[in-house]
């Protein structure tokens, strides 16, 4: 069995936790492991994460094999714990694929005729968009539907998809950063939920951000925010730092109306922010956020003013340390990754980079209080090519990240929280191009999983020695792994409306 019941027809104790459509009725109860289906009181505490999915990635690696999505088991009873159990490669080659969402979600709570049965994997590079069968077998997916890059390019003018998130009508959206040709331009594919073909871009109007990258969107409040990684052709081949001064990466969040589906605002969070993952608080009610800033390193909250347009303020900033031997004489953080667990007490982001993952106490979410952190990598590591000369954080560089025995190459960079918030996954591949230009070790020796358990009462994160799932050693040689996801949804993957 998997996580959840949210396999209705797939699983055979699927009626212990009630008849009910995809997801959860809220995320406190998808924090409890509740369910409660509509005219039903009865409730069922279903079981902890036994399997994730996890793209692999082998584009920039050298070697000359399709990228393919991992299923990890990750059962501590199990006697497969923190190993590949399922391989299944796509048809292509040199696809990237990159993040994962899912046809239906918490978004459609209540519908019984929904099941989350499908995966959606846009594939960054390629544009194509794979669509994966995960509900005839949990345990070994299989390839359901490939929607060509053609037709995202004719029917959408838009190429270089990111960020897949299930709408409560039933259908899946997904944002890109750029036009067919590689120039940055912000736009949204809309898929059918059932036939999965295109039907058209979701935005309207003239107007259009220049750039794109992750968004979130809230019903409540008549909004969706999108935001700014950079142009794809530019960052497609690795990071110039030329391109700072020429406005290649992006600094605003934009805002658009749910209703009428226009872009109507810009916020400006920096020259060369760099803004990627956008999460809202879980709440539906609630009209505020955090956005990670990556090459500025900084975390801003988003929320609604009186007036009803939408501002930002930097709540975070990670410092930069003066170094020597690396790309520029100061290194930023580069927060790649950002969540927030499902009661919207805890914010957690990763420092690619510096090599830390933080905790932060979210109570008052104009003050956010660091309550954890951990290293488990990075570039500032004793005995490395980088040397820190000044660190307004640290005392001393950091000591190299091993783990049963294994040397943990490049920096701690997706992550993911089990849904009671006590266990946060980690993988350590960015993007193919860009691991190879800062952690070429990485490219060798392939990426690593890694599982910190997780203070929820006082806040904390220890390593969990006993968790370790090497891609380094992959039948077809080392890989990537990126984004993590539960067959039962998460807290990056569910929106309540």
């Known amino acids: 069995a998997v996580i959840s019941f949210l396999f209705v027809s797939a699983l055979p104790n699927a009626e212990k936790c009630g008849a009910c459509g995809p997801g959860f009725a809220s995320p406190l109860d998808a924090m409890k492991g509740k369910s409660e289906s509509p005219g039903r009181q009865g409730r069922a505490v279903c079981p902890r994460e036994e399997i994730v999915y996890v793209p692999c990635i082998y584009r920039n690696t050298g070697r000359k094999k399709p990228d393919f999505l991992a299923t990890v088991d990750v059962n501590p009873q199990s006697p497969h714990y923190c190993q590949v159990i399922h391989r299944l490669p796509m048809p292509n080659l040199g696809d990237e694929l990159h993040h994962s969402g899912w ?65 409560g009508s039933g259908e899946i959206m997904i944002s890109t950063l750029g036009d067919p040709a590689g120039n940055g331009k912000a736009g949204f594919i809309l898929l059918d939920g059932e036939t999965f073909e295109i039907k058209g871009n979701w935005e309207k109007g003239d107007k259009i951000p220049s750039m794109g990258y992750d968004f979130w969107y809230q019903p409540r409040h008549n909004v969706l925010i999108s935001t700014e990684w950079g142009i794809p052709k530019c960052l497609g081949y690795g990071f110039d730092p030329t391109d700072l001064k020429k406005g290649r990466y992006g600094s605003h969040l934009n805002v658009w109306d749910w209703t009428t589906r226009t872009y109507v605002q810009a916020i400006d969070v920096g020259e060369d922010a760099a803004p990627l993952e956008i999460r809202f608080l879980h709440n539906p009610d609630a009209a505020e956020g955090y956005v990670g800033c990556t ?24 410092p930069s340390k003066k170094v020597e031997g690396w790309l520029l004489p100061d290194m930023p953080g580069f927060i790649t990754d950002i969540l927030i667990s499902l009661d919207d007490r805890f914010l957690y982001f990763s420092n690619w980079l510096h090599g830390d993952i933080r905790q932060y106490d979210i109570s008052n979410t104009s ?44 920096g701690p960079q997706m992550i993911q929280l089990s849904l009671d918030g006590q266990r946060l996954y980690v993988t350590t591949s960015l993007y193919s191009a860009w691991d190879r230009q800062f952690y070429p070790d990485l490219i060798e020796n392939g990426s690593v999983m890694l599982q910190l358990d997780v203070d929820t009462e006082h806040g904390g994160l220890t390593v969990n020695r006993s968790f370790l799932v090497d891609f380094g050693k992959e039948p077809d040689g080392p890989c990537l792994a990126h984004e993590i996801r539960y067959p039962g949804g998460d807290c990056t993957s569910d929106i309540w409306v």
């Open 295 to 318: 090459i500025s390193s900084a975390i801003h909250r988003f929320y609604k003013t009186k007036q009803g347009d939408w501002a930002a303020e930097k709540v975070i900033q990670v």
């Open 367 to 410: 003050k956010p209080r660091l309550v954890g952190q951990v290293f488990l990598g990075g570039s500032i590591t004793k005995g490395g090519p980088v040397t820190v000369c000044r660190d307004e954080e640290l005392q001393s560089q950091p000591d190299p990240f091993v783990i049963q025995g294994k040397r943990v190459q490049g």
């Open 103 to 167: 046809n239906t979600c918490s978004s459609c709570f209540g519908d019984a005729t929904k099941k989350r049965n499908r995966l959606i994997l846009p594939s960054f590079i390629s544009s194509r968009i794979y669509v994966v069968d995960v509900g005839t077998d949990p345990r070994a997916p299989r390839l359901f539907k490939v929607v060509n890059p053609e037709d995202v390019f004719w029917k959408c003018s838009l190429g270089y998809p990111h960020t897949s998130h299930c709408l």
